[in-house]
């Protein structure tokens, strides 16, 4: 048999050289790996990176992926952004323990290697790990052809982060009377987009129209010109900085991250089972996004059970550190809330509201 007619690897779909080229743009735009901890470079079969010394270390690790929001941004043609929201969704974690994130590693899927493409996606990855103080110590991009269509993808990865051990944070240490802070979020983040993307389709809406809410308001994180895929893409906010600097500020108990479940789900692993904490919905805006979703047919209860409604992160904290704490968040350039407190729980839920929300 001819080499000409001979079975090869390109032929059945994965183009090796195509992916040693992504390799290689990757290389030119990556900076986060330029840390004095890290031990070699990108490219090897595993990253090494020296562990800085603790007294009584732990390691705190989390992992989770992007979800739907991947469909928007293919939709839209932009892929820069969406592993901003990747690192984020893990990084923020593991944070909300309180150890700091040390290093990322992310895991791509595609249909079909573009270069280019996968270099701008995983550029995203490292202005995540950049924005998140940590390393992107490693990864994987894989190509499936036929089980991903050409242009389709999909992506995972997950953080690890160190800390004292007795600097924890977690509902152990949640009391009643501690006070909630709400920092708040730039939209929608990277959960419910399944629900997004169904109202988009049933209300026939186009992602490249100009977004504006009810009442003409528009998002400031996107600005007054956004459209509507672009006030949807905007990166999760990435709260590890802040978060560590308000370890160091003190008085913090436990935070919780509000991704998919929205607050029942993530506020309510943040109080031990005696205990529950109450949320004054009225005690922040919720954003022109979330009124923009409710506006639609998203009624208040469904989307405190599905987004975080104008809330990334809720701290609980002891109430002498409340004031110092908030300075802390604002000086980090993120808005922040006292949105509520710790109390005895009774016979009720371990999340309850007064109030309403602000759409």
């Avoid at 629900?195 to 129209?209: G, N, P, T």
Wanted: charge should be negative; charged fraction near 20%.
């Amino acid at each position: 048999m001819g080499d000409d007619q001979g079975f090869t690897y390109k032929k059945a779909g994965v183009d090796v050289e195509a992916g040693n080229r992504a390799v290689d743009l990757m290389r030119q735009r990556l900076k986060s790996t330029q840390h004095p901890l890290v031990l070699g470079g990108l490219g090897g079969f595993g990253g090494a990176m020296r562990l800085p010394k603790l007294k009584d270390p732990v390691l705190v690790a989390g992992t989770d992926g992007v979800g739907t929001k991947i469909e928007l941004a293919r939709a839209m043609g932009k892929l820069g952004t969406i592993g901003i929201d990747l690192v984020a969704m893990s990084v923020n974690d593991v944070s909300a323990c309180g150890a700091v994130p040390l290093f990322f590693l992310d895991y791509l899927v595609v249909g079909k290697v573009v270069p280019e493409e996968v270099a701008e996606i995983v550029a995203g990855v490292d202005e995540g790990c950049r924005l998140a103080q940590c390393v992107l110590l490693g990864g994987e991009t894989a190509e499936h052809p036929g089980q991903f269509p050409d242009g389709d993808f999909d992506m995972a990865g997950f953080a690890v982060g160190l800390a004292e051990r007795d600097e924890l944070w977690g509902p152990n240490l949640v009391a009643d009377g501690d006070v909630l802070v709400g920092i708040c979020s730039s939209g929608l983040h990277s959960n419910g987009f399944s629900l997004v993307r169904h109202l988009l389709k049933e209300h026939a809406i186009d992602v490249h129209s100009k977004f504006l809410s009810e009442g003409g308001a528009f998002c400031v994180h996107a600005g007054p010109k956004a459209s509507v895929g672009e006030v949807l893409l905007l990166p999760t906010i990435i709260y590890s900085p802040v978060l560590h600097d308000l370890g160091h500020a003190g008085g913090v108990h436990a935070a919780a991250h509000i991704t998919g479940g929205g607050f029942p789900d993530n506020v309510g692993r943040a109080v031990p089972d005696a205990l529950a904490a109450e949320i004054d919905l009225g005690a922040w805006p919720a954003g022109p996004v979330f009124s923009w979703l409710h506006s639609l047919g998203v009624r208040a209860a469904e989307m405190l059970n599905t987004f975080n409604c104008g809330l990334g992160m809720v701290v609980a904290m002891d109430p002498a550190h409340v004031e110092k704490n908030i300075l802390v968040i604002q000086k980090a350039g993120l808005e922040a809330h006292v949105v509520g407190e710790v109390m005895p729980r009774g016979d009720g839920a371990a999340v309850r509201y007064r109030g309403e929300l602000k759409l």
